[in-house]
Protein backbone atom coordinates (compact mmCIF):
# COMPACT_ATOMS: atom_id res chain seq x y z
CA UNK A 1 0.00 0.00 0.00
CA UNK A 2 1.40 3.27 -0.80
CA UNK A 3 2.24 5.52 2.05
CA UNK A 4 1.37 9.34 2.67
CA UNK A 5 2.41 11.68 4.69
CA UNK A 6 -0.13 14.06 6.98
CA UNK A 7 1.24 16.92 4.35
CA UNK A 8 0.38 15.05 1.25
CA UNK A 9 -3.04 14.21 2.68
CA UNK A 10 -3.66 17.95 3.57
CA UNK A 11 -2.91 19.09 -0.06
CA UNK A 12 -5.99 16.73 -1.26
CA UNK A 13 -8.50 18.78 0.21
CA UNK A 14 -10.68 19.77 -3.26
CA UNK A 15 -8.90 23.16 -2.82
CA UNK A 16 -5.38 22.51 -3.73
CA UNK A 17 -6.14 19.57 -5.53
CA UNK A 18 -9.44 18.12 -7.06
CA UNK A 19 -8.63 15.14 -5.03
CA UNK A 20 -10.85 14.93 -1.98
CA UNK A 21 -8.90 12.55 0.31
CA UNK A 22 -9.56 12.08 4.29
CA UNK A 23 -8.47 9.59 6.60
CA UNK A 24 -9.40 7.40 9.12
CA UNK A 25 -7.22 4.96 11.52
CA UNK A 26 -4.33 4.98 9.43
CA UNK A 27 -5.81 4.43 6.18
CA UNK A 28 -6.50 7.44 3.49
CA UNK A 29 -9.70 7.54 1.70
CA UNK A 30 -11.33 8.82 -1.61
CA UNK A 31 -14.23 10.89 -1.40
CA UNK A 32 -13.80 12.63 -4.13
CA UNK A 33 -16.95 11.52 -6.27
CA UNK A 34 -19.23 11.32 -2.81
CA UNK A 35 -21.92 13.69 -2.95
CA UNK A 36 -21.53 14.37 0.63
CA UNK A 37 -18.14 15.92 0.29
CA UNK A 38 -18.94 18.72 -2.31
CA UNK A 39 -15.83 20.91 -2.31
CA UNK A 40 -14.23 19.25 0.19
CA UNK A 41 -15.93 19.67 3.28
CA UNK A 42 -19.16 17.32 4.81
CA UNK A 43 -21.14 19.85 7.88
CA UNK A 44 -18.43 20.84 9.67
CA UNK A 45 -15.46 18.76 8.69
CA UNK A 46 -12.36 19.04 6.42
CA UNK A 47 -10.55 16.98 3.97
CA UNK A 48 -7.72 16.58 3.57
CA UNK A 49 -6.58 15.66 6.87
CA UNK A 50 -6.82 12.26 9.68
CA UNK A 51 -10.77 11.94 11.18
CA UNK A 52 -10.57 9.07 13.68
CA UNK A 53 -11.11 11.66 16.51
CA UNK A 54 -14.18 13.18 14.77
CA UNK A 55 -15.59 10.24 14.05
CA UNK A 56 -17.14 9.57 17.98
CA UNK A 57 -19.19 13.03 17.64
CA UNK A 58 -20.84 11.94 14.37
CA UNK A 59 -24.28 10.26 13.56
CA UNK A 60 -23.02 7.25 11.86
CA UNK A 61 -20.83 4.28 12.50
CA UNK A 62 -17.17 3.95 10.84
CA UNK A 63 -18.89 1.58 8.04
CA UNK A 64 -19.21 4.51 6.25
CA UNK A 65 -15.80 4.40 4.66
CA UNK A 66 -16.29 1.22 3.50
CA UNK A 67 -18.27 3.16 0.45
CA UNK A 68 -14.74 4.97 -0.16
CA UNK A 69 -11.69 3.36 -2.36
CA UNK A 70 -8.55 3.01 -0.32
CA UNK A 71 -6.18 5.31 -1.43
CA UNK A 72 -2.92 4.21 0.82
CA UNK A 73 -1.74 4.38 4.63
CA UNK A 74 -0.78 7.89 6.49
CA UNK A 75 2.27 7.63 8.13
CA UNK A 76 3.14 9.81 11.03
Known amino acids: MKKYSPQQLALRNGQDR ?3 WIAYKGIIYDATNSKLWRNGTH ?10 DE ?14 NVIGELIQ
Open 18 to 20: KEI
Open 43 to 52: YEHWSGQDLT
Open 55 to 68: LKDAPHTEKVFERL
